[in-house]
């Protein structure tokens, strides 16, 4: 059995080890430590929970104290990235944990924290340096640390990095240090993008790979619940009350989501509480630091604090929401039955979730075990798959609830009506029922339809004619219009100026035929109008803003001081 002894470190951390309680190596940490110790890259890749920071760290530590240089100022010998600030915050303190009979420095700097404290942790240097990107780049911009005296480059979760964006930060930062080190990528996963990031940052690695590529804790007991929407905050109340969950990590997939879970789980009577981006970062310790110590049983997070949760004691993990990308379902389970401890993960999984489903059950090469808690459950392959398509638009269906074809079922055809009287049979009426005689409709004159007094018996309005002649026949200047006849000529033949002034309308007046204080839109004097609100004797259309006939200058016809940018315009 190899022991923590036979790997040559030294006997300062093997003492840290041996208080800790730490004996023997877990097999990422029994094939990484010889081979960094030697100052080869590394590429290494291992599921959660199997010591990957002890697996860097010791050796990181081992070549520091062996060495003897004293960091320059503002500056650091090892760079650690992390994706996450719970992750960084979490790899300091295990380095610290480890190095504690060290004389080595060690720094964190992440967002959410006031920067010239962390500026002034880096002014006499650091041994150990561990940052999230940004905070990075922003310590840099303004000359707080430099990166030209790194030695050892180590990116852990490298793949959770580029899924989260940062491949242009680390390849800025990757510029700014010195080609001659060695560099150091730790991940769970290993996707195509991880591949090709390795290829261009490693100088021919070394490769450690203990387990296959997303495999999960054999000691981890996995199941999937399927369960209507409606229901699933209350499967989750459910489960959480359950004595044998002790401490319980809540994956969901959104922000508010995490909100809204913990305002449930309140009014069910369960303390929880929630971390995800939108907290700030004293919130989000605070959050962590009750999880720890046990006076919250109950965490609710987003994929942000996937990997960078480390408690032990994590009995089981709920997946509340499945994640959209298969390989951070690895991660999140991860975070029970570590170090060799059993853990349960429950994946709470409606209808559309499914497809997921297949590809996490894809990716881990194992089928999850099913409980049906759905109120209306189906057969097995529906149980197991879905349906195959749904009836709607686009699947040769009837839409949404509609048979298709012409299968049995409720359609526009054989509906029931919507009242007890009988339906009205489908065709034309005869004109019998109508009142009238057997002739068509469109060959009976207009005129010929008699027009009655009382109420039709069949209840349909009334028909009134214009006479007895049809109404095409009857020219249009003989119909009389109001008490004024139109005459035989139209309307555009007759000039306007054979007509009084009187009966002109009154947009064929000119306003320039009378005063100017005397225009009106009526004969009646301006004061006695009561078709429009007053303002003052005169309408608001005809105010004007500056001087004018009948005011003095400066000032308005409502008595009002004229604005300085007001615009002097009449009409």
Known sequence: ??????????????????????????????????????????????????????????????????????????????????????????????????????????????????????????????????????????????????????????????????????????????????????????????????????????????????????TTAERIVQKAIFVDRDDKRGMLAELLNDPAITRSLVFTRTKHGADKVVRHLDSEGIRSEAIHGNKSQPQREKALAAFRNGSVTVLVATDIAARGIDVDGVSHVINFDLPNVPEQYVHRIG????????????????????????????????????????????????????????????????????????????????????????????????????????????????GDRPRQDGPRPDGFRQERSFGDRPRGDRPQGDRPFGDRPRGDRPQGDRPFGDRPRGERPQGDRPFGDRPRGERSFSDRPQGERSDRPRTGDRPKGDRFKGGGQGAPAGRSFSGKPAGRNQRRSGF
Not at 89 to 114: C, E, K, M, S
Not at 147 to 173: C, N, S, T, Y
Not at 406 to 427: L, T, V
């Open 1 to 214: 059995m190899t022991t923590f002894a036979d790997l040559g470190l030294s006997q300062a951390l093997l003492a840290s080890l041996a208080q800790e309680g730490y004996e023997t190596p877990t097999p990422i940490q029994a094939g990484a430590i010889p081979t960094l110790l030697a100052g080869k890259d590394l590429l290494g890749i291992a599921q959660t929970g199997t010591g990957k920071t002890a697996a860097f760290a010791l050796p990181i530590l081992h070549q520091l104290s062996q060495s003897k240089i004293r960091p320059f100022k503002r500056t650091c010998r090892t760079l650690i990235l992390s994706p996450t600030r719970e992750l960084a915050g979490q790899i300091a303190d295990n380095i610290r944990l480890y190095g504690r009979n060290l004389p080595l420095t060690t720094a964190v700097v992440f967002g959410g924290q006031p920067i010239f404290r962390q500026a002034r942790a880096l002014e006499r240097g650091v041994d150990v340096l561990v940052a999230t990107p940004g905070r990075l780049l922003d310590l840099v911009s303004q000359n707080a640390v430099f990166l030209d005296k790194v030695e050892i480059l180590v990116l852990d979760e490298a793949d959770q990095m580029l899924d989260l964006g940062f491949i242009h930060p680390i390849r800025q930062i990757v510029s700014m240090i010195p080609k001659e080190r060695q560099t150091l990528l730790f991940s769970a996963t290993m996707p195509d993008s991880i591949a090709k990031l390795a290829k261009d940052l490693l100088n021919q690695p070394e490769r450690v790979e203990v387990t296959p590529v997303a």
């Open 335 to 446: 975070r029970t039955g570590r170090a060799g401890r059993e853990g349960e993960a429950i994946s709470l999984v409606e209808h559309e979730d499914r497809p997921h489903l297949r590809t996490i059950e894809t990716l881990i090469r194992q089928r999850l075990p099913i409980d049906d808690r759905r109120r209306e459950p189906r057969d097995d392959h529906d149980r197991a798959f879905g349906p195959a398509k749904r009836p709607g638009r686009g699947n040769g269906g009837g839409g949404r609830g509609r048979p298709q074809g012409g299968g049995e079922g409720r359609s526009f055809e054989n509906r029931p009506p919507r009242s007890d009287r009988p339906a009205a049979p489908r065709g034309p009426r005869p004109m019998e029922a109508r009142g009238g005689d057997d002739r068509p409709r469109q060959d009976r004159p207009f």
